[in-house]
């Protein structure tokens, strides 16, 4: 049984600028504190917070996102799961919706789901309120 979840964040910053923290690493790193390589690209290669995890892009387009996602803790017959956004103009700035699907565990996807809040949108939101206003 595979466990997904379907998150929604709002960030005060336009879309493009959204896109750009997701998937320039050198911005990826300023805001999360660790190493990070994105190829943006169909087959590109994704890594993050050191190494903690990887994948590889499955779409990229300028509102939507999408990459395979394994946890370096994870067993090696564990399938990695996949990482959807798809952004959209809001009055605040844009509306993040982030589905991550294909968890192998309920608790994985628990400590996901709080991961999402605390160590990728909350920081996001930081930068860009110390950066971008």
């Known amino acids: 049984m595979a466990f997904d979840l379907k998150l929604e964040f709002i960030l005060s910053a336009k879309p493009k600028r959204v896109m750009q923290l997701l998937t320039d690493a050198k911005l990826i790193r300023k805001w999360s504190g660790g190493e990070a390589v994105v190829e943006n690209k169909v087959g590109g290669r994704f890594e993050m917070f ?3 995890v990887r994948g ?7 509102n939507e996102l999408t990459y ?5 803790e994870w067993l090696e017959e564990t399938k990695p799961t996949e990482v959807h956004y798809l952004l959209k ?8 919706i982030v589905h991550h699907s294909g968890f192998p565990s309920e608790d994985e996807m628990k400590s996901h789901k709080a991961g999402w809040t605390d160590y ?5 939101e930081d930068f860009i309120m ?4």
């Open 56 to 62: 590889e892009v499955l779409k990229a387009s300028e």
């Open 68 to 72: 395979t996602w394994k946890v370096s």
């Open 89 to 96: 103009e809001d009055e605040a700035g844009t509306r993040v």
């Open 50 to 52: 050191d190494g903690w």
């Open 120 to 124: 990728f949108f909350d920081p996001i």
């Open 130 to 133: 110390a950066f971008d206003k």
